[in-house]
Nanobody, 124 residues
Framework: QVRLVESGGGLVQAGGSLRLSCAAS????????MSWFRQAPGKEREFVAA??????????ADYADSMSGRFTIIRDNANTLSMRMINLKPEDTAIYYC???????????????WGQGTQVTVSS
């Protein structure tokens, strides 16, 4: 049984930074993509960034167009994911979810495993 646990969320002022982490227990295939999504109140779940397997120990990063430059996703190994967020804005306020699936995909329905989420709140 695979379980994903996110941590690192919190309350931060606009312009601040946070680092989110996701730890997977159980077997995550090293070829699986691990990704971050977010969901703000009243909105659909939104793709943020993903890491996809590049062979050997390499993972490539994919970003939603609006996230690139402020968010950096890091895949330390098959079971550990993190994301550095800088220059946060109030519109970044959301629950951030970690997900794992067979490929990097913008569509959340294509992921097999999800964490419970961690709240990020950015005050103006």
């Amino acid at each position: 049984q695979v379980r994903l646990v996110e941590s690192g969320g919190g309350l931060v002022q606009a312009g601040g930074s946070l680092r989110l982490s996701c730890a997977a227990s159980g077997r995550i295939f090293s070829t699986y993509a691990m990704s971050w999504f977010r969901q703000a109140p009243g909105k659909e779940r939104e793709f943020v960034a993903a890491t996809r397997f590049g062979g050997g120990n390499r993972y490539y990063a994919d970003y939603a167009d609006s996230m690139s430059g402020r968010f950096t996703i890091i895949r330390d190994n098959a079971n550990t994911l993190s994301m550095r967020m800088i220059n946060l804005k109030p519109e970044d306020t959301a629950i951030y979810y970690c997900a794992a699936g067979p490929r990097s995909d913008y569509d959340p329905t294509n992921y097999d495993y999800w964490g419970q989420g961690t709240q990020v709140t950015v005050s103006s």
